[in-house]
């Protein structure tokens, strides 16, 4: 087994979400340079065109779109990916200073904001009156479940 002993940081959540998403862009390229024809690569070798220029002119622009596609499905997986980045990137709340710190992205802190509300709406919070000092009487909400 291979560790590079990275900890949490935001090196280590980016290398994992490079290694899960680089088989989808791969593949998706590897279909979209397929659906390409076979008439325009014949075309193009018979107009006296190298096969580097027949990649480069004729194959490449026109499986451009599929490979934007799977470039963008991919990203789209990255972003939404929680589970892999709360084990390799941490979840700390704080700003980062450098690539080995721990970060919090986006659909973490979702995720710890939603986990929070569910526990605090199954265990429920109440309401206590507390009087101060001055006399006057302060609302405090305190929640049964702490996290």
Request: aromatic letters at 10%; glycine letters at 8%; hydrophobic letters at 45%.
């Amino acid at each position: 087994m291979v560790t590079l002993e990275f900890g949490w940081s935001i090196l280590s959540g980016g290398l994992t979400l490079a290694v899960m998403i680089l088989p989808t862009i791969i593949r998706t390229s590897e279909e979209a340079i397929r659906a390409v024809p076979k008439s325009y690569r014949e075309v193009s070798f018979s107009l006296g065109a190298t096969s580097w220029q027949t990649v480069k002119k004729v194959i490449l622009p026109n499986a451009l779109p599929g490979i934007v596609t799977g470039v963008m499905l991919s990203i789209g997986r990255a972003i939404g990916e929680t589970a892999a980045v709360i084990f390799t990137a941490g979840s700390s709340l704080r700003i980062p200073s450098s690539i080995f710190d721990s970060t919090r992205t986006m659909a973490v802190h979702f995720y710890i904001l939603a986990r929070y509300r569910y526990l605090s709406f199954i265990f429920g919070s109440c309401r206590v009156k507390k009087k101060s000092r001055n006399g006057f009487s302060a609302t405090q909400s305190v929640s049964t479940f702490d996290l």
